[in-house]
């Protein structure tokens, strides 16, 4: 009896900690099988954050009370106990994405930074290891081809070499199915995250063809390549011989953020390319990076820029000025 007091006693000592970090909503009386949805709002001096605690999801006597820590309700919130100018604080961190006003416990990380941190860390994992959705390769018609690499995502990691090489099926399959000597050839690839495709490509694809058709440039047929890197441009070159290749590739993701996506485009690419012949259009994302849709009718107006100068990378960069 003495031992089941003791362990209630640590119980509510924990959760009060919780509490105080915010990393579980107020309420905590909730009887279980009685999902509710607890709200709290956090004042902080000047400003106040809103903060919608977690929603409650009950499973036999299992409860999960925890909010995510990446959501963005727990992410801006400020951690630093007793800062000075709490409001000052608060816009400080609405101006950045860097990882601060997080506050610490004692020399160390306090437990809610920790926890987005992790959580930030299997986002990058996750947009790293998952392949594209195959639904969106179909909703835009897209074949897939794959490079060199054989035995999977770790191999790719491991091995960028292979990654800017296709395998010979794919060759043969875009030698067979892709018209030659475009003006524009299209290519997306996954690159370094799957997430950075499936969060751009609605938008900018079409803009891309739009803006193509209205400035009368010949398109080629699209298609998609699995485990993709940027030098793979160089062999599409030499098969399909286009004017300029435009690659949608998915970029390296930082910590919790990998939506980002880059077009890096050469002209008339082929053996031997690197990358300063090629351009690139990078940090492409909703919110805070280029705008896709932006970022699409860009693409086509320095297109046609490499056709008139015959050029792209360094080469255009002299060329143009
Ligand atoms: C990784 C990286 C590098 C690595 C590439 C090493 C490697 N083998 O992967 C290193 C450190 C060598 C590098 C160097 C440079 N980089 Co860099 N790099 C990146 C980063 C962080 C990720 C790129 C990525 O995810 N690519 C997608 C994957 C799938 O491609 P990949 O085939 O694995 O790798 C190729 C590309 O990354 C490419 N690449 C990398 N940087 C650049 C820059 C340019 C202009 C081009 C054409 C290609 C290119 O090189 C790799 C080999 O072909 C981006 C940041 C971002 N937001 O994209 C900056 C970024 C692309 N780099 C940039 C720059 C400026 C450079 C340098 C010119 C810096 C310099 N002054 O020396 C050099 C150019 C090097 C080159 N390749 O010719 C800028 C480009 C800005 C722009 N719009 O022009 C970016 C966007 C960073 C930034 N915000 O400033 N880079």
New binding site residues.
Partial sequence: MMEEEKINQIVELVLRQLQEEGLVPGGLKNQPGQPTFPQETITTGAATVFHPGAALSTHAEIEIDLPDPAGDNLRWLPRVKNAKDPGALIELMASTSARIGVGRAGPRSNTASLLLFQADHAITQDALYRDVDQRLLDEFNLMTVQTSITEGREEYLLR?DL??QLSDAARQMITEKCQKNPDLQLVV?D???ALAIESNLRQIFPVIVQGAQSAGLRMGTPFYVKY?????MNDIGDILQPKVLILL????P?LGRAE?M?A?MAYQPGAGQ???N??????IFEKGGTNPLEAGAFIVQFAQKMMQFQAS?VKLKLAAG
């Fill in positions: 960028p990654g800017r690839g690159g370094l995250s993709c890197r940027v030098g793979v590739i998915g970029e390296r930082g980002s880059s890096y690197n990358d300063a090629r351009d690139v259009v990078c940090n990378g």
